[in-house]
């Protein structure tokens, strides 16, 4: 597979690779760990494959649904459409804002079908936005990287802020700060780097939860931060 985003195809001639004295067809999308990825990079084809299968998961609960409470529908949807939505997510996160939002109308459909199954004096709490799941996770990626040290995720630091050389407002927190890594189009800005680098820098800005001392206790205050309009 040939990774370009050129709207013509190269001057060069692809060179012809033999695999076993056979040429390798050329593919326009490969699937590697469960994760389709396309000549682009844009992973729109692995989003609307996984929001048809999401779909069609959901429709089988429906199927059973009378045979199950809202309390069983929603433990239901989490283990078995909710997990086939979040899968890798930080690989596609990168993926354009009106293709993730079909992964969103299938969380709208279950979030529909928990309803028509609750009592009626029952309140029940909305589905966790699937973007401030997404969010959650990619800070704590972030957080062990940075404050843990975890090993086998070295490849995703960035370097410390430079503290500046006089008193500002922001100066006592420039310390903990990452430099953003250089984004030229808006798919590399949605990417994971850029979007959770400039996130945490923000977080760092308006609160303490960089000093958290455990993970658990991280990601707990971060998915309150998320929540505040």
């Known amino acids: 597979m040939l990774i370009s985003r050129r709207q013509r195809p190269p001057d060069t001639p692809i060179p012809t690779i033999l695999l076993g004295g056979r040429p390798v067809p050329l593919q326009t999308s490969l ?13 729109t084809d692995h989003i609307r494959t996984i929001a048809r299968k999401a779909a069609w998961k959901l429709s089988c609960v429906r199927r059973v649904s009378h045979l199950l409470d809202s309390q069983g529908i929603t ?13 890798a997510p930080l690989t596609w996160s990168s993926c354009p804002p009106s293709y993730l939002s079909l992964l969103d ?3 709208a459909r279950a979030q529909r079908l928990i309803r028509l199954k609750a009592l009626q004096d029952q309140l029940l709490p909305p589905l966790q936005p699937l973007q401030q799941r997404r969010d959650v996770a990619g800070l704590c990626v972030v957080y062990k990287t940075h404050k843990q040290h975890v090993p086998h995720l ?9 503290p500046h050389g006089h008193t500002t407002r922001t100066a006592a927190t420039r310390d903990h700060q ?26 760092v800005q308006q609160t303490q939860l960089h000093s958290t001392s455990s993970l658990q206790t991280f990601k707990s205050a971060v998915n309150a931060w998320i929540k505040q309009p």
């Open 105 to 107: 109308k299938v969380q």
């Open 178 to 203: 990452l430099i953003v890594p250089f984004a030229r189009t808006e798919t590399s800005l949605r990417s994971f780097l850029p979007r959770y680098t400039r996130m945490w820098n923000r977080m």
């Open 154 to 162: 070295a490849a995703l630091r960035q370097p410390w802020a430079r």
């Open 75 to 87: 433990t239901l949807y989490a283990a078995q459409v909710r997990s086939l939505m979040e899968y």
């Open 31 to 43: 699937s590697i760990l469960g994760v389709e990825v396309n000549s682009v990079l844009t992973f």
